[in-house]
C-alpha cells in the first residue's frame, strides 16, 4: 500500500479525498497498488468528516514521515504551497498539484528540483481542470511545431459571458449569479480581470515552446469592460465575445502570449464553449487543428485530474517522467505591438461613424446598437496600430480583435 497526503482541503482536495476513496477499486487497479491518504494538512477544523485521526496542522509531520511517497498540494496560491513543494521534493517525494498560480510562477524552478531529486512534479489539473491536455501536449503533440494555442481558459468568465449572450444578463448581474451558483470566487479578481486565464496560458506556452513563461510578460485583459452593446455588435458580426487565452508562434521561435476578450466566429468551434466548460485548441504544422473540450472547473472534474497524477507517480515510483523547461531566460516572449489581427471597435460621439470611416477607410461598419455612438469591423492591422489608431479616435468603447 502507498501512502499520500494532501495539503489543503478545500474543494479540490476534499475531491481528492473522495475520489481516492470511491474510486478505491479502479485507482487500486490502475496504480498497480493501493493508496492510502495517511494525513490531511490545513490549518482549519472540520468536525463533520469521519477520517478525523487524518487531519494535521504541522507540515514538518509529512515532510518527515518516510512512508510517505506522494503529496497532492490542492493549497493554491504562492506561498506556504511554493515553500511546502519545494520541501516536499528536497525531502524525495512526489508532488501533484491544481495550483495554476505555483507553477506559473515557479515551475521551472519546481521542475528542476524534481529532476535532480529523481520525483516527479505532475499539474495535469493545473490547466482546463478536468481536461486532459498538459500530458497530451508534452506527449502527443511533441512531433508538432504547435503554431497556435488558443483556449476558453476561465470557466467563471465562459459562464458570465454565456450568461450575457444568451439571456441578456448585464455583467454585474451575470457575475452575481455565478458567484450565487458557486462558480466564481467571493473574490472573483483573478477569474475577471483575466489573471487565471493568463497564468494557464503561462503553463501551456511554456510546455509548448520549452522556456519557463512569466505571467508578467503575457499582456492581459479581461471582461469587466464588457457590455451588452458589445455582445450585441457581435451578434451582428456573426461571433460571439469569448475571453481567449492565446499563444502564437513565430518563425524565429519567439512567440505572442497574451489573454483579451475576442470576436469569435460563430463557425469557430470555441464560439460554442458555453457556462463553465473550458476548451483548448492546439494547431500543430504536422496535426493541424485539435481540440480539448470538457470542465474546465469544480471539485469533482479537477480532482479526477489529480488523483490521475497520484496514480502515474505511484506507476513511475522510481522511475522519473522527463518533464521540464528553461528557466525563462532565453526571454522568447515577443511583444504584443507586431500581432495583426481584425479587429471590433466601437466609439461615441455625434460623428463617430465619419470618424471610423476616415482613420479605417473600407471598414466594415455595422448597425450602431444606440444613439450616439457607432461600431465597425477593421481590416488586419498590428497592435501598435491600433493603440496610434485609438488615441486619434478618443472616446473609444470598446475594443477587441477577431478570432
Ligand atoms: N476559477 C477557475 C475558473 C477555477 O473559473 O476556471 C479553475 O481553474
Redesign the pocket.
Known sequence: MMKAAIMGFGTVGSGVYEVLDRNADVVAKNAGDSIEVKYILDLRDFPDAPYQEKFIKDFAIIENDPEVSIVAETMGGKGAAYEFTKRCLLAGKHVVTSN?ELVATHGAELLSIAKEKNVNYLFEASVG?GIPIIRPMFQCLTANHMTHITGI?????NYILTRMIDAGLDFETALKEAQEKG???ANPA??VEGM?ACRKICILSAIAYGDHVYPEFVETEGITKITLQDVAYAAQADCVVKLLGRAVLNEDETFYAFVAPHFVSKTCPLACVDD?F?AIMVTGDMLGDSMFYGQ??GKLA?ASAVVADIIDCARHNKKRRDLGWGDGSRKLVRPLEGFASRWYIRVSGADAAEKLAAVFPGCNMLQAVQEGEAACITDELTTADMKKAQEALSAVLGCMRLL
Open positions: 495554476k481542470g481558459l476561465n470557466g467563471t468568465t462558480y466564481a470566487e483573478a477569474d487565471d463553465v473550458n474546465g472547473a479537477t
